[in-house]
């Protein structure tokens, strides 16, 4: 299977994939030359591109079975209200919406696209679990994670709960070497509940291998 994990950061959503298949194929694309590099020490089987991966989508979706997408989400966060508040004031990026149209529209394969509660009504109906909307052509279950989330502001206090939540013994080395512009808060912040990321995608394998007998029971 041939998998395309879009705006990679150190890969959160991805990290229990090969717990459900061990035979996938995954190709991360990620913008920031810094968290390409700490992503392929995570993960060193993968084919890391740095790119960017909105215009890599729209290039080569054709190539995978399974795509799945986290666009940035600081412009659709809650937070947007006590910024506006301060006087920053800025337009909701518009890519999140274009990829779900096009993914919908164009692409054969399965698809989940994953952000954030916006601060406004989601344009395009989702599926909202816990604090997060995913979009996605196939069925997700109610429930994605059992595990609670902890405050992910990198202070003194939280900042153990949020290690053992993203299971941080096996990356936090790696966010101590980043060497990028982004904040290192920012960058935990940014990982996908990896449970969520591995129903996800189990959810996602057991329709396709349904799929599949059925269609060589019809012959």
Known sequence: MKILNLY?????NRYKWNEVKEDIEVTAVELDPELARLYQERFPNDTVIIADAHQYLLEHYEDFDFIWSSPPCPTHSVTNHFLNALGHKRYPEMSLYQEIIFLDTFFKGKY??????PYYEPLIPAKQRDRHLYWTN???PNVLSNRKAPNMNMNTKSKGLIEKFLDFHNIKD???NYKGKQSKGKIARNLVDYEAGKTI???????VRRQVINQ????
């Open 201 to 207: 995608f189990e959810t996602m394998l057991g329709i």
């Open 174 to 176: 790696l966010v101590v």
């Open 8 to 12: 990679a950061c150190l890969g959160g």
């Open 216 to 219: 060589e029971e019809l012959f």
């Open 138 to 140: 196939f069925n997700i």
């Open 112 to 117: 989940c696209i994953e952000n954030v509660k």
